[in-house]
């Protein structure tokens, strides 16, 4: 449950830069290679906001997905797991998109 | 009501903060600060993660005691709770500090700068830190470390590195250790390489046993590479 700890540092960072306003929205970009579970974060963040600035927030998740770039044939293809191969053969690809964790934005006031 | 939030406040009373922010930013600035403080020393942080009962400590009980000879080694030693395998290390004559995370599955660079602090180790040590026996919630987490250290086992399945990607992916260097036992497991060496490399393809994989000794030396020799 490592998605305890990660949400700990969303809902601290979001407090510290909201001060004394009340936080009505948080918006997050979550890539699909960061073995981060957007259920599991949204069940740790109402638990971790009790009793802050931040409790009752609506939590956005935004899902990125995975793409990457082959070296050998060039071509951008979507990767449906972490598994780093291109129809080609070639294992040689470099990831594009997917490993983002961001807090994106909140809504204050 | 505001359409965001649902709150019964106008929606215009709500103000718009754009953050774009890592959230490991946090953790990731102290990673940086022990690396930093690492290098004052002369030293490095080896991250050594794996299953539990993989054989890590026994592993780090015999480097230690090699490693004794030609340069000083210390060791920041996680666990759930417990400081057992602190006391066993210590016995090599190698400093060990015990962290319990409690209900914490995981290190991070909050928790081995704390420790670093108690360990003080000496210039030019290798500091190895043992994770939480754990394939999947460490692989998130910069400590500090130079290198990440992944150790599975053959008594565990072939497939791992498929199973566990992310941790792979992470990872530097593979140690498959208790190579004594391959005669009777069922466990395919280069089918597990090659697993490993599709999830990682830049990573170096070595084969011992901490057990008989079989392949310390290279597992030595990439410690000095670093």
Not at chain 1, 103 to 108: A, C, G, R, W, Y
Not at chain 2, 15 to 40: F, M, P, T, Y
Not at chain 2, 144 to 173: C, H, N, W
Request: a negative charge; hydrophobic letters at 45%.
């Amino acid at each position: 449950m490592h998605e305890l700890s990660i949400t700990q540092s969303v809902v601290d960072e979001v407090r510290s830069r909201a001060g004394s306003r009340r936080v009505h929205a948080v918006r997050l970009e979550i890539g699909a290679l960061t073995a981060v579970v957007p259920s599991a974060m949204e069940f740790c963040f109402e638990l971790v906001a009790a009793g802050t600035v931040v409790e009752g927030a609506k939590l956005e998740i935004d899902l990125t997905p995975a793409r990457a770039a082959c070296r050998a044939c060039g071509v951008s293809f979507d990767l449906p797991d972490p598994v780093l191969l291109c129809a080609c053969g070639s294992a040689d690809v470099s990831v594009l998109t997917g490993r983002e964790l961001k807090i994106v934005s909140m809504e204050v006031g | 009501m505001c359409g965001t939030c649902g709150c019964g406040a106008d929606e215009h009373a709500h103000e718009h903060v754009s953050l774009e922010q890592n959230v490991l930013a946090k953790n990731d600035a102290i990673a940086r600060d022990n690396r930093a403080w690492l290098r004052k020393r002369d030293a490095i942080a080896l991250n050594l993660m794996s299953s539990p009962g993989s054989g890590k400590t026994t592993l780090l009980e015999r480097t230690l005691v090699a490693l004794a000879r030609t340069r000083p080694a210390a060791v920041i030693e996680g666990d759930q709770a417990t400081s057992l395998d602190a006391e066993r290390l210590r016995r090599t004559g190698a400093p060990a500090v015990q962290v319990n995370t409690g209900a914490g599955c995981h290190l991070d660079a909050a928790l081995v700068r704390s420790a670093l602090s108690r360990l003080d180790p000496p210039p030019g040590a290798v500091v190895f830190v043992e994770n939480v026996g754990n394939l999947v919630c460490p692989a998130m987490f910069d400590l500090g470390e130079q290198r990440k250290v992944v150790v599975i086992s053959v008594t565990e399945g072939t497939d791992k590195p498929l199973k566990y990607p992310y941790m792979f992916a992470a990872a530097d260097l593979v140690l498959v250790n208790k190579i004594d036992l391959l005669p009777y497991v069922d466990f395919d060496l280069d089918l597990c390489a090659k697993h490993a490399r599709a999830v990682n393809p830049d990573l170096t994989m070595l084969t011992l046993s901490a057990t008989t000794g079989e392949g310390l030396p290279a597992w030595y020799d990439w410690i000095a590479s670093v």
